[in-house]
């Protein structure tokens, strides 16, 4: 019985793990997305059509981290949160695919081939990570992705308002699901483990195209 509880902790904590990345290395703790100088001003439009071209590299194509999850985690537990998180982020994507075109074309910034060999090196780590054989690393990152989703679509619906693009509802499992899934996964210690190393992964990619895309709008400058 002991062993038993003891198992039921570390399952809810390596949820707790994920909630607390989520907060402070995710998308929401970027210090970009609450600047003013991002979604406000003259620059706006710049700055909105950046964002949705760096993230429609890192996330348009498919198959991508869900997708791969998907093919790459033997657990049961995990089936209904992933064939759910497969069907809403296809849709995500689509909306992507919508954005980049009515966006235009990339804002002219110094350092342009440089950012895109960055983003391309990003999607290549994350596919890597999300087809890893690690029990628990695949599904780990796809967990973050979709619990980071939801503060990446708050760019994303200004972008959509701004150039008047239908902004359907998002379908994603919702960060309390996903959660909730993670803490059913997470059987054992090497498991959750590997739950929160692909989870620090993803949050880590993440963070690092919040900062390449704030380093852009400061590079454009006034012109």
Known sequence: MASVASQNIAQVQVAQMLETLARSDGTLGHAYLASADAFAGRHVARNLADIVHHLCLLHGRHPGVVDHAGNHTVEVAARDWLIAAIDGFSAERLLLTKLVVAVGPLPSTPGQAESESAVLSQHHALDM??????????????????????????????AAKRFNIDYPACTLPSADVTLEAVTRVGETAAVERAITFGAQQLFGQHRGLWDLLEARQIARGEY
Request: aromatic share 10%; proline share 3%.
């Open 129 to 158: 990570l999300a087809q890893s054989d690690r029990r628990g690393c695949a599904f780990g990152a796809a967990a973050a992705l979709v619990m980071d989703w939801w503060a990446v679509r708050t760019p994303l619906e200004q």
